[in-house]
């Protein structure tokens, strides 16, 4: 009985940070999807693939969450250290996923359009995958109370299996991203996500570098 509580916990706790998890990953998900090809079909294999990265994030999460009794006990250093890792990593994510984005509709659709598709296919899965990875580490607020729970339970399957809940409860906030897939590309819209995205990698680099120098506390 006490099990289906903490899980129920999880969900509730999962529903109740979506807001803040879109507030989170929605600049970064955003320019992204719109950097691919237009099509429900495409954004649903797209955010599923995020989706199912940003899970292996949680999971790993969830294991050290419980390794160490709680993330959230270490000094405040080592974890500006970590967030400060993964911030410069998704920044360079997101510059070469700007980089690469120009060769969509850079040339017309009649020209070598199976091998566009095609590298825009590979390069959109891979770079779901790396964004989901990445932004599923992201130790927000409500990750490091989901963290604080799953560390108080008593086993690492109970941890990864309230981590999963916890997921399930975010994600649904994730599910109307989809609709994007019916705005058409044109190249002025992939310039704008371009612009965005590369925006969005200074802003995490720049605090990534902060982090890592020790000038930037993030609120711990």
Do not use: D
């Given at each position: 009985?006490?099990?289906?509580?903490?899980?129920?916990?999880?969900?509730?706790?999962?529903?109740?940070?979506g807001?803040?998890?879109?507030?989170?990953?929605?600049?970064?998900?955003?320019?992204?999807?719109?950097?691919?090809?237009?099509?429900?079909?495409?954004?649903?294999?797209?955010?599923s693939v995020?989706?199912?990265?940003?899970?292996?994030?949680?999971?790993?999460?969830?294991v050290?969450?419980?390794?160490?009794?709680?993330?959230?006990?270490?000094?405040?250093?080592?974890?500006?250290?970590?967030?400060?890792v993964?911030?410069?990593?998704?920044?360079?994510?997101?510059i070469?996923?700007?980089?690469?984005?120009?060769?969509?509709?850079?040339?017309?659709?009649?020209?070598?359009?199976?091998?566009?598709?095609?590298?825009?296919?590979?390069?959109?899965?891979?770079?779901?995958?790396?964004?989901?990875?990445?932004?599923?580490l992201?130790?927000c607020?409500?990750?490091?109370?989901?963290?604080?729970?799953?560390?108080q339970?008593?086993?690492?399957?109970?941890?990864l299996?309230?981590?999963?809940?916890?997921?399930?409860?975010?994600?649904?906030?994730f599910?109307?991203?989809?609709?994007?897939g019916?705005?058409?590309?044109?190249?002025?819209?992939?310039?704008?996500?371009?612009?965005?995205?590369?925006?969005?990698?200074?802003y995490?680099?720049?605090?990534?570098?902060?982090?890592?120098?020790?000038?930037?506390?993030?609120?711990?």
């Amino acid at each position: 009985m006490a099990a289906f509580a903490s899980f129920g916990e999880a969900l509730a706790l999962g529903l109740a940070s979506g807001p803040a998890c879109i507030a989170a990953c929605g600049p970064v998900l955003v320019p992204s999807l719109l950097t691919e090809r237009a099509g429900f079909r495409p954004h649903a294999r797209y955010l599923s693939v995020f989706l199912a990265a940003r899970l292996v994030g949680y999971m790993i999460f969830a294991v050290v969450a419980w390794e160490l009794g709680a993330l959230v006990s270490l000094p405040p250093a080592p974890r500006l250290l970590m967030m400060g890792v993964v911030y410069v990593l998704l920044a360079g994510v997101l510059i070469g996923y700007a980089v690469s984005a120009r060769r969509t509709c850079a040339q017309p659709c009649a020209e070598s359009k199976l091998v566009q598709i095609g590298e825009s296919k590979n390069r959109g899965l891979a770079g779901a995958a790396s964004l989901g990875l990445l932004t599923g580490l992201n130790l927000c607020p409500p990750f490091l109370v989901a963290g604080i729970r799953a560390a108080q339970l008593g086993s690492m399957a109970a941890a990864l299996i309230f981590f999963a809940v916890f997921f399930l409860g975010t994600s649904i906030w994730f599910v109307p991203f989809v609709g994007l897939g019916c705005i058409v590309r044109n190249q002025a819209v992939i310039t704008v996500a371009r612009m965005a995205m590369a925006l969005i990698a200074l802003y995490y680099l720049s605090m990534g570098i902060a982090m890592l120098l020790g000038k930037k506390t993030y609120g711990y």
